[in-house]
Nanobody, 121 residues
Framework: QVQLVESGGGLVQTGGSLRLSCGAS????????MAWYRQAPGKQRELVAH???????TYVDSVKGRFTISRDNARNTVALQMNSLKSEDTAVYYC???????????????WGQGTQVTVSS
């Protein structure tokens, strides 16, 4: 039905940048909200950044001013530009899409498989 696939993770030094991308495949007509979450070892998954279909954004305090979320509604993609990376940003990053409408009907939410981001000092 619907599959979210992330890309762009990797290893970067402190202060560096990475850009994560996520594409939703399937016969999708629209997606309400999209977001990026992350989960560090031994910690709970946390919301990093969120964007509505209209482009309104919110961020967790720890990434404000460093990360930027954006989306392309026509392509059903969402991206996360991460600058000035810190060691505490190390985590598996997950893409999330909420409220998907398509030929399959309606799906409340769908997760990507995750992509590892490692920031070394």
């Amino acid at each position: 039905q619907v599959q979210l696939v992330e890309s762009g993770g990797g290893l970067v030094q402190t202060g560096g940048s990475l850009r994560l991308s996520c594409g939703a495949s399937g016969s999708i007509f629209s997606i309400n909200d999209m977001a990026w979450y992350r989960q560090a070892p031994g910690k709970q998954r946390e919301l990093v950044a969120h964007i509505t279909s209209g482009g309104s954004t919110t961020y967790v305090d720890s990434v404000k001013g460093r990360f930027t979320i954006s989306r392309d509604n026509a392509r059903n993609t969402v991206a996360l530009q991460m600058n000035s990376l810190k060691s505490e940003d190390t985590a598996v990053y997950y893409c999330y899409a909420q409220g998907l409408r398509g030929s399959f009907g309606y799906i409340t939410g769908s997760w990507g498989q995750g992509t590892q981001v490692t920031v070394s000092s």
